[in-house]
């Protein structure tokens, strides 16, 4: 039964939530089944993006955030955490040394950081494009007004990350104390589409709460979204947060979800996350060996790099970026994969 639910995904039937849920369910329980639901999300990565593997890499740009997200190790009434906030003057240098290393893609991260200005932002994307005319500038902010997202696709900005979090309302209301609120955050994720970003969406697989059928419903909200990116990763526990003795998330599950999404999106720009990589030695492999083609490696400055605890004992290849590109092209290597060095826009349509 489950083996002709994947058939169908691969002619690109569309599954209906019964459907998705026996699929998963029959993915996490049975180890042949999983296996051919990644084997043929694998396919499906190759014909569309090869061998090679995107890379994007990250800056860290503030640990400081007004969200108070049950899970993360940022969030504001995490006393503990150390707080920092990069300057314009420390984005320019990591990118300074991301061009030189190949990257074309910069993803300036953070948390909801008040002092982050659209002012400050859109001065800091002019100076990145007007330095880097050819690379894709992604942004994972978070929260921000629709007039805030277009002015700063206008100073330069290509792409953004919002993960959805939890499509299911009472999940995210759970899991978002005194946040806005799920429909504001779609809200958000249209926004960004009118403002023509490629959009990634995404969530976390097995936070406190989640059921198979709670991942069903992310996974019907990204069908009929059609983001150009999808992050997924497993959650982990931080131990400042008050999930933080809570079991890490499935890496079956997850393996599974990411291939289910590969299989629905054959185009979409899937990481395989750091969070992977944490949960599991091999974990960044085994996602790409899911249909994953995207990794981030971190370029932000060594000092801060411990500070920017989402979650803890976070995967990296060493504080250098050089040694950690090599790093991972041996990895990739092993499993006859290699790193992509173009900018890897969705379908290259750059926008
Ligand atoms: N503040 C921005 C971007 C930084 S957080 C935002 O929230 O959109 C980036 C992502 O990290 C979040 O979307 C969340 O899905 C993930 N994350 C946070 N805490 C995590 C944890 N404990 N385990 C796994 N992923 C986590
Ligand atoms: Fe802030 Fe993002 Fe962490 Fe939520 S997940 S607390 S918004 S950094």
């Known amino acids: 039964m489950t083996k002709s639910l994947v058939e169908r995904l691969v002619n690109g039937d569309k599954l209906n939530a019964s459907e998705m849920g026996q699929l998963l369910r029959g993915a996490a329980q049975d180890p042949t089944m999983l296996q051919l639901l990644r084997d043929n999300a694998v396919r499906t990565a190759r014909q569309q993006f090869g061998l090679g593997i995107y ?40 990118c ?28 800091l994307i002019c100076q990145m494009r007007s330095l880097y005319p050819d690379v894709a500038i992604t942004l994972s902010l978070g929260e921000r007004s629709e007039a805030s997202y277009i002015r700063l696709k206008r100073a330069g900005a290509n792409r953004y990350l919002l993960r959805h979090e939890a499509a299911n309302e009472e999940l995210y209301e759970s899991l978002h104390p005194d946040s806005k609120g799920l429909a504001y955050r779609l809200q958000c994720a249209e926004a960004l589409k009118r403002a023509g970003y490629q959009v990634g969406l995404g969530m976390m697989i097995g ?12 996974l019907m909200l990204i069908e009929r979204m059609q ?37 629905m999106l054959p185009k979409a720009l899937l990481p395989s996350t750091t969070a992977l990589a944490t949960l599991t030695p091999r974990g960044r492999l085994e996602g790409i060996l899911s249909g994953a083609n995207v990794v981030m490696p971190n370029l932000s400055p060594s000092n801060v790099r411990a500070k920017y605890a989402i979650y803890e004992n976070k995967a990296s290849w060493g504080k250098e970026a050089a040694e950690g590109l090599q790093a991972l092209e041996a990895e990739l290597q092993t499993i006859g994969y290699h790193i992509d060095y173009s900018r890897g826009d969705f379908d290259n349509l750059k926008q």
């Open 55 to 94: 890379i994007r890499g990250l800056i860290e740009l503030s640990s400081y955030c007004r969200c108070n997200c049950l899970y993360c190790g940022l969030r504001r009434s995490n006393r503990d955490a150390e707080r920092y906030r990069l300057s314009a003057e420390e984005v320019l240098e990591c």
């Open 96 to 123: 300074k040394e991301g061009y030189k290393l190949g990257f074309r893609t910069f993803v300036l991260q953070g948390g909801e950081d008040g002092t982050h200005s659209d002012e400050w932002l859109e001065m």
């Open 207 to 218: 936070v406190k709460g989640q059921t198979i059928e709670h991942i069903v419903e992310d």
């Open 227 to 263: 983001p150009e990116m999808v992050g997924i990763g497993p959650f982990l526990p931080h131990k400042a947060t008050p999930l933080g003795s809570e079991p890490a998330g499935d890496l079956n599950i997850t393996l599974a979800t990411i291939a289910i999404v590969r299989l």
